[in-house]
């Protein structure tokens, strides 16, 4: 989710953290799944696998809900105002119309992409799937897409290790100008997600080593205020 577009004065539609909520119950992950890896993934909650020693037992789980994610919609107001399916922002000023990216030589992630397409017009989301080469797509900030935070929704790959990397989303490593506080263009926080207690939690994990007292708890915590954010 383009939570914080670099660059931009207004709203994005998912900076609220229930219509991040809402897209996620909406989308069908686990047939995704079933599809495209012949049910060998594994469907997440947060940064670390199902199967990770450290994932706390009461995090959120978002199965496909579409009910539960149009009830979230209406819940934050953008409902449809105009009777075309589509949903509007709150004063019907903009249609909820958003571009999902992704590279062009991935025939898989464009497929998913579709698929995602399909899913979320159950819920009055109008997707426009695109993608664009690699080199593009991927190029640094300012100018690329994903680097340069300049896109509404982005499917692409990314790996998690055995020791949970939380780093990855912290807002020091939010991608974007010095002169304006940022780390740099360098980051991988693409989201542009920000939360302060997170970062705490994070940063107490990152000065620990897995046998020290607090370890697991700081990572837990960390983990607890991802889940519901779903950045």
Do not use: K
Not at 52 to 66: E, K
Not at 82 to 88: E, S, V, W
Not at 183 to 211: I, R
Request: proline share 7%.
């Amino acid at each position: 989710f383009g939570i914080d577009r670099a660059g931009s004065e207004a709203d994005t539609w998912f900076q609220d953290a229930r219509v991040r909520q809402a897209l996620t119950l909406c989308t069908d992950r686990q047939a995704l799944i079933d599809e495209f890896t012949y049910g060998r993934a594994a469907l997440m909650d947060t940064f670390v696998s199902p199967d990770h020693l450290l994932l706390p037992d009461d995090l959120p789980s978002w199965p496909h809900d579409p009910a539960a994610g149009n009830a979230l919609l209406d819940e934050v107001g953008f409902i449809d105002a105009t009777g075309d399916g589509i949903r509007d922002s709150i004063g019907a000023t903009a249609t909820f119309s958003v571009t999902l990216g992704t590279n062009v030589e991935s025939i898989q992630r464009q497929a998913i992409n579709e698929r995602v397409r399909d899913n979320l017009a159950e819920c009055g989301i109008q997707v426009n799937p695109a993608a664009l080469e690699a080199g593009i797509w991927f190029a640094p900030g300012p100018d690329g897409p994903v680097f340069g935070r300049q896109f509404d929704m982005a499917g692409f790959a990314w790996f998690h290790r055995v020791q949970p990397d939380c780093a990855l989303y912290t807002i020091e490593n939010i991608p974007g100008p010095v002169i304006e506080g940022f780390a740099g263009w360098q980051g991988v926080n693409v989201s542009g997600w920000s939360n302060e207690a997170y970062d705490t939690a994070c940063n107490q994990a990152s000065l620990l080593l897995p046998e020290q007292p607090g370890y697991a708890e700081a990572h837990q915590e960390a983990m607890r205020i991802f889940a519901p954010e779903l950045p």
